[in-house]
């Protein structure tokens, strides 16, 4: 009976770490690096970076271009530059965000950056702690009269199985009328799996979700959208029961709802919502 318990608990055990956090980061890069690779497949982050920064290394892995719904023949792209590297495994990264405006005939020759955003070391990441994934969200921000914004989301990645750690944070960017690109809005977390176990069944877990939604915009036309962040956290905690078996209970979800209001154009995010 002893040795059956235990052949349980390690396959428990492999089910958290192989299944049950890797899958979550897997399945959101299965179901968004596809997407970047189709944008991107046309070297139009290579070009870029060769005419705008030609002395820096871009993350190949790392950049992103996407079609922005809103103007007809637009692209946001995402440069991603290694800024410093330790002897340690730790890196930071300068990102420049670029707006682009295509030719309907394909021409790439005639590819014009209709804005762009120089942001240093926006991303860092350590031995323990690495990012998995950058995307861009193209849906519908539309924040106040004629400011459209688009989002940038990181995934992150812990490396500890013992304190296994995944989560997703989304930034917002706004390209006013007068083309100028700006930050909207800081990171706030979207996704977060986290927890810390001995590694055979005691621990305790914890599953975070948000929804962002924008408000209306104010009907005078003065002003800025509210943004409701709805978010939901369950706990999970696994023990052995009375037969050695290892099981898991789940708390209630406990739900919140914050509404984050812009103060010049700017959505500050509160310290308990900020990641990664």
């Known amino acids: ?29 299965l179901g968004l690096g596809n997407t970047a690779l189709a944008a991107c497949d046309s070297g139009l982050a290579e070009r870029m970076q060769a005419a705008l920064q030609p002395r820096r290394v871009l993350d190949h892995d790392l950049a992103a271009c996407k079609t922005w719904p809103t103007v007809i ?39 014009k950056v209709v804005a762009r955003l120089f942001l240093p070391e926006l991303l860092v990441e350590d031995a323990d702690l690495r990012i998995q994934d950058v995307q861009l969200d193209t849906g519908r921000y539309l924040l106040a009269n004629g400011e459209r914004a688009f989002g940038l989301r990181v995934s992150y ?33 979207m996704r977060r799996d986290s927890g810390e176990w001995d ?49 898991e209970h789940a708390g209630a979800p406990r739900y919140t709802t914050v509404t984050l209001q812009a103060s010049e154009g700017r959505y500050a995010i509160p310290p308990a919502l900020r990641g990664p």
């Not at 059956?4 to 890069?29: E, F, N, P, T, Y």
């Not at 440069?79 to 394909?106: C, F, I, K, T, Y």
């Not at 750690?165 to 917002?172: F, G, P, S, V, W």
């Not at 390209?175 to 800081?186: E, F």
């Open 1 to 29: 009976m002893q040795v059956h318990s235990r052949a349980i608990v390690a396959k428990q055990r492999d089910r958290m770490v192989h299944r049950g956090w890797s899958v979550w980061i897997g399945g959101v890069l």
């Open 73 to 111: 023949g637009r692209n946001v792209v995402v440069l991603p530059l290694q800024h410093a590297v330790s002897d340690r495994g730790a890196r930071s990264l300068d990102m420049e965000l670029l707006v682009v405006q295509r030719p309907d005939n394909g021409n790439t020759e005639r590819d």
């Open 157 to 189: 990645q812990r490396q500890d199985p013992a304190r296994p750690y995944a989560a997703e944070t989304l930034r917002l960017f706004v390209l006013d009328r007068k083309n100028t690109l700006r930050p909207a809005m800081d990171e706030l977390v």
């Open 199 to 247: 590694l055979a069944c005691q621990g305790r877990f914890e599953e975070l979700r948000t929804q962002l939604t924008p408000q209306p915009v104010p009907r005078n036309g003065i002003g800025w959208a509210g943004l409701e962040v709805r978010r939901s956290l369950v706990v999970r905690h696994r023990a052995p029961d009375e037969s050695g078996q290892c099981s």
